[in-house]
């Protein structure tokens, strides 16, 4: 899958990814691959990125998530990675 992470300033992370949970409104979730298509709002929080072995995590503040075909784009208000 490939993810995007994005906010007003820059391009927080890009590349190819096996697993992300993020701070869904309503609870944090978790895409993997095949995900059924989905558009939602995000709270401040963890985004967790799963890549082969390795685990990434970023901070971000609000946003939505957009996920269609194995790809996800995260548009943040804002973003640091930890």
């Not at 927080?12 to 709002?41: C, N, Q, W, Y």
């Not at 194995?70 to 973003?79: C, P, Q, S």
């Amino acid at each position: 899958m490939k993810l995007e992470i994005l906010t007003p300033d820059k391009k927080v992370f890009e590349g190819e990814v096996r697993s992300v949970t993020v701070p869904g409104t309503m609870g944090s979730f978790e895409v993997l691959k095949d995900h059924a298509p989905i558009v939602s709002t995000l709270e401040d929080g963890k985004v967790i990125i799963r890549t082969g072995s390795t685990e990434e995590t970023i901070l971000i503040k609000g946003g939505v998530i957009e996920v269609i075909n194995n790809n996800i784009m995260v548009l943040a208000e804002g973003a640091q990675t930890t």
